[in-house]
């Protein structure tokens, strides 16, 4: 069911296409809803929503009596990025949006706790709930639940191969770093003080990653110099950081394959004394590697120490961003080619496409995060004594001549790159890692074509498993995520986990909201769909008019709590969004204070 990451990247690469032709609204790509304006006429008038929010399973069948037209289009508008717009009078009380997640994710703390992973309520009758992945009665090893739903129904809602998946990466990931901080020290690759990689400690020089790592060292001054940089070039540099990662990441991976011979033959065929060994030292390959990479010596301790900052069993925060990255990655893979054309219920689905178009904060997160370390590295009362973080030296003086300064110029790259980033690519490299190593148990060998010619280490990576990530598709979904998710909360407000609704990522905030969102875990039954026969259809964000709004006018929702003051708020909003609100109320408010002080 699910394709291969070659074909993800050309929808990839087409959804940027159209973006770029729109040079008004970056990003943008129009969005098959909603549709054409309606005359006042043919307005349709959903009732009241109830103060619950909760709404019954079943609308009244009069609700949506006409075919229903979402009232509502995504419009530029300056200084505030795409948003949407009425496209005729909305009542107040009407049902002007329904969206459904594409990827969602729920907290660690109620994976096992007796709430449905699909749906999100908890689960009516346990005796029919469905756990993933399968406890088998026979093995001794212990296998942790990652996923429960209320039942089949649910299973087959979420669609079963892609938790079964997820669940795979998850068990894979928390087993193997375990694993593999007790198993580091007894690994054939890589000595515990080498300075060298392990491709270079092969004699295979200049690698590749070393050229990719002199280009970043050649686009980079200090932290200071790179805040200075203008978005193109800011994303060049990003770029080409993470792709000197993954070409080294490349190059050990295809090292690994061919000390292991796997280069010969495809791992079906290996025997089973083989195969254990194999994964043995793959689970340990990316742990090595990002403590070489991105560990660095604990502040205090010396290089001698050895001693790592970096966790060594992976967060469950950690847990919930990859089940989210992993559940985009294979919706993205399994609908591509979809023909959603003439199906209003399939349309109504988000894809991957509607995924890529919503706006991407990689940038604008690099620039907070680093503009924030520079200000604590400039407060006395937090001197850093580690020379590293020095923002003033000059990256550019450094050498990446010596095969021996491989790592320390990695670490000095590092040091130019703000903290949450270092997390960024820690739970890259585990996710890389758990792929790797699943694609291999699942008999994927990365060969191009079996019985050719394998000398071409291209050969070796251009053919990936289906389950494969690179750096771009990471930051095109994690970045997205990043103020574009919602929190999905239970009846009690309590944080249940996070689910990104791509269609609905359009809707900016005001205030003094003019639309109010609702969680409808019961889920009423969409019109489109109505029109059909109907049919539950659970877990849906439905958006409703709290008063009227005229044609043209900017349909806002709030983002989070709204009840502190204006400074509070204007904080909070800047801190998580990256925007300075200047709605109406923040206006009137700033007006009063003024006044007030006058
Ligand atoms: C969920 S997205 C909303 C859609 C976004 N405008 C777009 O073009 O994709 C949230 C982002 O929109 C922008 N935004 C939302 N409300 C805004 C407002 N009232 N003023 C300025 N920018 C706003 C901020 O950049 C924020 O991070």
Redesign the pocket.
């Known amino acids: 069911m699910f394709i291969g990451i070659d074909s993800l990247s050309s929808l990839l690469a087409q959804t940027e296409q159209q973006q770029k032709q729109l040079p008004h609204a970056p ?1 943008f790509i129009p969005c098959p809803l909603p549709s054409p304006p309606l005359s006042d006429k043919d307005s349709v008038v959903a009732s009241e929503p109830s103060s619950s929010d909760l709404l019954p399973s079943t609308p009244a069948p009069s609700l949506f009596s006409k075919p229903y037209q979402f009232p509502i289009q995504i419009v530029p508008l300056p ?5 949407y717009v009425a496209t005729r009078r909305i009542q107040p009380g009407e049902l002007v949006f329904i969206a459904k997640p594409l990827g969602t994710t729920l907290c660690d703390q109620w994976l096992d706790c007796g709430i449905c992973y699909y749906c999100w309520r908890s689960i009516p009758d346990l005796s029919t709930s469905v756990r993933l992945p399968e406890r088998k009665q026979s093995s001794k090893q212990r296998i942790e639940t990652v996923m429960v739903f209320c039942n089949t129904t649910c299973l087959k809602s979420f669609q079963e191969p892609v938790a079964q998946r997820i669940c795979q990466v998850e068990q894979r990931i928390r087993r193997s770093w375990n694993y593999a901080s007790a198993t580091r020290q007894s690994l054939g690759y890589g000595r515990k003080k080498s300075k060298r990689s392990p491709v270079q400690e092969t004699g295979l020089e200049p690698t590749k990653s070393v050229q990719a790592i002199r280009e970043v060292v050649r686009l980079a001054g200090s932290r200071k110099r790179i805040l200075e940089l203008d978005d193109q070039r800011l994303d060049q540099f990003l770029t080409t950081f993470w792709t000197a990662l993954d070409t080294h990441l490349q190059e050990e991976e295809i090292l690994f394959l061919k000390t292991n011979q796997l280069t010969e033959a495809s791992s079906s065929r290996l025997d089973s004394t083989a195969k254990p060994r194999l994964l043995e030292r793959a689970q340990a390959l990316y742990p090595f590697l990002t403590k070489q990479l991105f560990g660095g010596p604990r502040t205090g301790s010396t290089d001698d120490d050895q001693e790592y900052e970096l966790a060594t069993v992976t967060s469950d925060d950690d847990c919930e961003m990859i089940r989210l990255i992993t559940e985009v990655l294979l919706r993205g893979q399994a609908d591509v080619g979809l023909d959603t054309t003439g199906d209003p219920s399939i349309e109504l689905q988000p894809t991957f496409a509607d995924y890529c178009a ?2 991407s ?1 990689e940038l604008v997160l690099f620039r907070k995060e680093l503009a924030q370390q520079e200000d604590m590295l400039l407060d006395e009362s937090t001197k850093i004594q580690d020379q590293e973080v020095d923002a003033n030296i000059p990256l550019a003086e450094m050498s990446v001549s010596q095969e021996s300064d491989f790592y320390s110029t990695w670490g000095r790259v590092r040091s130019l790159i703000p903290d949450y980033l270092h997390n960024c690519l820690y739970v890259y490299l585990r996710i890389r890692d758990a792929y790797f190593l699943l694609s291999l148990e699942n008999n994927h060998t990365y060969l191009s074509d079996q019985g050719q010619d394998t000398t071409n280490d291209n050969d070796l990576i251009t053919q990936r498993s289906p389950l494969s990530i690179d750096h771009f598709h990471f930051r095109t979904i994690l970045f997205r995520e990043v ?2 998710s919602f929190g999905i909360r239970d009846e009690a407000d309590e944080l249940l986990g996070f689910a990104v609704f791509p269609r609905a ?6 205030c003094r909201s003019n639309i109010e969102k609702r969680l409808n875990r019961l889920g009423t039954c969409h019109p489109l769909q109505q029109q059909k026969g109907g049919m539950e259809a659970p877990r849906q964000m439905e958006y409703w008019s709290r008063q009227v709004i005229e044609e043209g006018e900017e349909c806002c929702i709030s983002y989070g709590d709204m009840t502190p003051g204006r400074a509070e708020r204007q904080e909070r909003l800047e801190e998580e ?3 300075r ?3 109406p109320r923040c206006v009137e408010e700033a007006n009063a204070e003024k006044s007030e002080s006058a």
């Open positions: 990003n200084n505030k990025g795409r948003s919503m706006q904060n103020a574009n990522c359009f809707f900016n905030h005001s969004y990256f925007f609100c200047c709605c």
